[in-house]
T-cell receptor, first 111, second 114 residues
Framework: GEDVEQSLFLSVREGDSSVINCTYTDSSSTYLYWYKQEPGAGLQLLTYIFSNMDMKQDQRLTVLLNKKDKHLSLRIADTQTGDSAIYFCAEDSQAGTALIFGKGTTLSVSS | NAGVTQTPKFQVLKTGQSMTLQCAQDMNHEYMSWYRQDPGMGLRLIHYSVGAGITDQGEVPNGYNVSRSTTEDFPLRLLSAAPSQTSVYFC?????????????FGPGTRLTVL
């Protein structure tokens, strides 16, 4: 079935780079997504990548996609304390009507 | 645009009580979904709808009912609340599959069942 796996916690120091990893199972997913959830709030789309791309860069964010290994990563350069949040990897459901989310990676940034 | 709104923000129920979680969107989105978020479990899809009058089950539908009589509203009903339904509930909407399935989330309803 559809499944998305992520590590649960990541702790970095301010100014370092953060790398959050994700593996997914549905190779037919057209897009893969990264969502961010700040404390007490809903999720917001951070970035996404089309499945025929290997990399996407958006300011401090770099998304890498390895389709062969079904591996997705999110790199945040120059991580700030404001980046502390839960980051969810997601893929399209097979029906394409909703998303399948990973369990989320809690990023803690210390100054 | 208000985006996706959910009411109430917090709710405490006793086992066996029923209630409806409200969700509305003003973006004319066709697709709407309900997720529940539990610690260490991420978000799990409860029910979804691809348009008015059309609903379907997600990963964890048991104990929940939905209906979609209008494009704007997608209420979630708990018929007989159980402690296992203690969770944070998120409603989301999207344009659908094109160009990509960006989901817009409401602020969530935190439900406690005693």
């Amino acid at each position: 079935g559809e499944d998305v796996e992520q590590s649960l916690f990541l702790s970095v120091r301010e100014g370092d780079s953060s790398v959050i990893n994700c593996t997914y199972t549905d190779s037919s997913s057209t897009y893969l997504y990264w969502y961010k959830q700040e404390p007490g709030a809903g999720l917001q789309l951070l970035t996404y990548i089309f499945s025929n791309m290997d990399m996407k860069q958006d300011q401090r964010l770099t998304v890498l996609l390895n389709k062969k290994d079904k591996h997705l990563s999110l790199r945040i350069a120059d991580t700030q304390t404001g980046d502390s949040a839960i980051y969810f990897c997601a893929e399209d459901s097979q029906a394409g009507t909703a998303l399948i989310f990973g369990k989320g990676t809690t990023l803690s940034v210390s100054s | 645009n208000a985006g996706v709104t959910q009411t109430p923000k917090f709710q405490v129920l006793k086992t066996g009580q029923s209630m409806t979680l409200q969700c509305a969107q003003d973006m004319n989105h066709e697709y709407m979904s309900w997720y529940r978020q539990d610690p260490g479990m991420g978000l799990r899809l409860i029910h979804y709808s691809v348009g008015a009058g059309i609903t379907d089950q997600g990963e964890v539908p048991n104990g929940y009912n939905v209906s979609r009589s209008t494009t704007e509203d997608f209420p979630l009903r708990l018929l007989s609340a159980a402690p296992s339904q203690t969770s944070v509930y998120f409603c989301a909407s999207s344009y659908g599959e094109y160009p990509y399935n960006e989901q817009f989330f409401g602020p969530g309803t935190r439900l406690t069942v005693l």
